[in-house]
């Protein structure tokens, strides 16, 4: 059963920092691209940034540029998504999802553009 697992999620305060986790289960991500999502209550689901199966392409929302690191370890099947200097507007639940663009040296922040999507993590940012 194909499976993606978030991680890492919790209660920081203004200016803190968080690593999210996002593990698969049941397939291997090596052909697949990785975006994380957010979704904050009463607001549309937004992209917060993608990875290439590779990790050579990544693309992160201007909300969240210099602040946020997303990374892979292919080996460990998993996604990593470093969130730092949190503010209170990061607050949502954040998912991981998996598009298999094989070796293709892209990634999308188009939830539409994505095959398989975790359960979520909640991030609070609040003092």
């Known amino acids: 059963q194909l499976q993606l697992v978030e991680s890492g999620g919790g209660l920081v305060q203004p200016g803190g920092f968080l690593r999210l986790s996002c593990a698969a289960s049941?397939?291997?991500?090596?052909?697949?691209?990785i975006g994380w999502f957010r979704q904050a209550p009463g607001k549309e689901r937004e992209g917060v940034s993608c990875?290439?199966?590779?990790?050579?392409?990544?693309n992160y929302a201007d909300s969240v540029k210099g602040r946020f690191t997303i990374s892979r370890d292919n080996a460990k099947n998993t996604v990593y998504l470093q969130m730092n200097s949190l503010k209170p507007e990061d607050t949502a639940v954040y998912y991981c999802?998996?598009?298999?663009?094989?070796?293709?040296?892209?990634?999308?922040?188009?939830?539409?553009?994505?095959?398989?999507w975790g359960q979520g993590t909640q991030v609070t940012v609040s003092s």
């Open positions: 990875i290439s199966s590779r990790g050579g392409i990544r």
């Open positions: 049941g397939f291997t991500l090596d052909y697949y691209a």
């Open positions: 999802a998996a598009v298999g663009f094989g070796f293709q040296a892209m990634c999308v922040m188009t939830p539409s553009s994505y095959d398989y």
